[in-house]
């Protein structure tokens, strides 16, 4: 199977272009054309090899959550010309990942596992276990790096650096938990946990708005619902939709994206089965069949569209 690692269009009307860990952000005349790559990440770092129909399923995913939110906060989506693409509003983008957790789990619990008990700020109480259910869902923010790693930060360090105001940070924390709440109801309809996700925002005529993707397995954790507790109470592993299984897999080839550390090849298996993970997710939280689209000339395609759109 083909697959999307690098794009170098020169759409009709093109202004400039920005290349993300793995979407390509294009500037066309007075709006953006986000190309959903198949490149995946892990530990800020780009994997060497790309997953086909990945950027697909991210995009038809993003596009679901987002038009099923519209009337908690307005986005930045406008069009869908091509399986892998969106085009939307150019906005300012508001340097910090919201991130949202209910669970214990994945970078909240390595930190606890290290013995921190804090966590941007928020305190959690002693005696949790990994993937535990967290006393309510808690914001922890990251900083948006331009390079390198994101960095998390608390909300006092955000007012303190004038990131956001004091009335922004409102703003962005209400979005936050209750786009959170409508994820979980959604996941919970199609028999998963919404574990944690992130959010991104912008400003675009003075307001904030919801932009880039939103409940996609590389913005967010999900567990399936039946069985959850059991497993729980049994000390289990719990099985989950999400790109952590790439980072775990990684991390038993002695990968974690610290200095001196060489990225391991992926075998074609591997690949494949990710693939198969990402579509699964897709199918499971959107309820929806899966169509491939044809790929032998995905970057053709891309094009014709696009300027068709234009």
């Not at 880039?212 to 619902?225: A, V």
């Not at 990684?250 to 990710?274: K, S, Y």
């Amino acid at each position: 199977m083909n697959a999307l690692k690098d794009t170098d269009f020169n759409f009709d009307g093109q202004i400039s272009v920005y290349n993300g860990k793995v979407r390509d952000v294009y500037k066309v005349k007075d709006k953006l054309v986000m190309v959903a790559t198949d490149r995946i990440s892990a530990f800020d770092h780009i994997l060497p090899r790309a997953i086909p129909y990945k950027g697909q399923v991210l995009n038809q995913i993003a596009t679901h959550f987002l038009e099923a939110t519209k009337d908690i906060v307005p986005n930045w989506l406008e069009a869908i010309p091509d399986p892998s693409v969106a085009i939307g509003k150019a906005c300012e983008p508001i340097k910090l990942e919201m991130v949202i957790r209910g669970y214990l789990a994945g970078h909240a619990w390595r930190t606890y596992k290290a013995g921190g008990r804090e966590l941007c700020g928020v305190l959690l109480p002693d005696g949790l276990k990994q993937n535990d259910r967290l006393p309510e869902p808690i914001i922890t923010p990251a900083t948006k790096a331009e390079e390198g790693h994101d960095e998390d930060i608390a909300a006092i360090d955000i007012l303190r650096q004038g990131i956001v105001s004091h009335d922004q940070w409102s703003i962005l924390c209400n979005y936050t938990r209750a786009l959170f709440q409508r994820g979980t109801e959604m996941a919970a309809e199609r028999g998963l946990i919404l574990v944690d996700t992130k959010y991104e925002f912008g400003i675009y005529d003075g307001k904030i708005i919801l932009i880039d993707e939103i409940h996609t397995p590389d913005s967010s954790r999900y567990f399936y619902l039946d069985g959850y507790q059991s497993r729980q109470d049994r000390d289990e592993e719990q099985v989950q939709l999400s790109k952590e299984f790439v980072r775990e897999w990684l991390m038993a080839n002695n990968f974690q994206g610290l200095d001196g550390q060489t990225m391991p090849e992926m075998p074609d298996e591997f690949v494949d089965e990710i693939t198969e993970r990402y579509i699964s997710l897709y199918e499971m939280i959107t309820g929806k069949s899966f169509e491939r689209t044809d790929n032998s000339d995905t970057r053709n395609r891309i094009l014709n569209n696009v300027n068709g759109y234009f």
